[in-house]
Structures are given as structure tokens and as C-alpha cells.
């Protein structure tokens, strides 16, 4: 088993910055990918950014390139997305998930975290 644990969220206004944290423990293997996912009031969740573990490499969705990005922390098994430049539309709660395969859908991720709530105002 492995456990997520998210933190970082919060109330910003349009143009500012946020760091979100999930920090990893339990059965956690460095061949995990690790993703942030969102879900918006009324919407799918869905995909943000995901990284894999060993080597660093990167994945975006296109509403996230340029604003946000996504790094690890090997010694604190943490990873974090930074966002900048942030919208109302960011609103949303944001998870962090990990798997054994490198996703943009949900289904591969093996765990989830509770969720961390991101509100921009405009």
C-alpha cells in the first residue's frame, strides 16, 4: 500500500502562485509515476502533470503548460506543482495519484490522495 498525502491548498487571487505538496510513504517503489489530477464543481476529474519517479520526465496537459510544473523530491518522497499565473477556471480540488505506468487517465493510477482545494478569484 502506499499512502498520499496533499497539502499547499488555498485561496489566490487570479495572477498568483500556489506549491502543492504529496508526500509519499508506505510501499512506495522510485519506478512509480506520480500525477496531479483536478476536478472542477460539475466536471470530470482531470488530468494536470505527472512525472516519473526515476528519471524526472515530465508530462503536461495542455492547460497546464507554461503555468504549472511538477517536480520530486527524492530525499522526502514528495512531489510538488507549482502553479503560477493561476485562473479562476484552476478552481478545483486537486488530488495526487501514483502508478506503475506513465497515464493521463485515471484508470492506471493505483493510489489517491483526499484531495487538496484550490479556489482563484477573480
Known amino acids: 500500500q502506499v499512502q498520499l498525502v496533499e497539502s499547499g491548498g488555498g485561496l489566490v487571487q487570479a495572477g498568483g502562485s500556489l506549491r502543492l505538496s504529496c508526500a509519499a510513504s508506505?510501499?512506495?517503489?522510485?519506478?512509480?509515476?506520480m500525477g496531479w489530477f483536478r476536478q472542477a464543481p460539475g466536471k470530470e476529474r482531470e488530468f494536470v502533470a505527472a512525472i516519473r519517479w526515476s528519471t524526472g520526465f515530465t508530462y503536461y496537459a495542455d492547460s497546464a503548460k507554461g503555468r504549472f510544473a511538477i517536480s520530486r523530491d527524492n530525499a522526502k518522497n514528495t512531489v510538488y506543482l507549482q502553479m503560477n499565473s493561476l485562473k479562476p477556471e484552476d478552481t478545483a480540488v486537486y488530488y495526487c495519484?501514483?502508478?506503475?505506468?506513465?497515464?493521463?487517465?485515471?484508470?492506471?493510477?493505483?493510489?489517491w490522495g483526499q484531495g487538496t482545494q484550490v479556489t482563484v478569484s477573480s
Open positions: 495519484a501514483a502508478g506503475r505506468v506513465a497515464a493521463m487517465t485515471e484508470a492506471p493510477y493505483d493510489y
Open positions: 508506505g510501499r512506495f517503489f522510485s519506478t512509480y509515476f
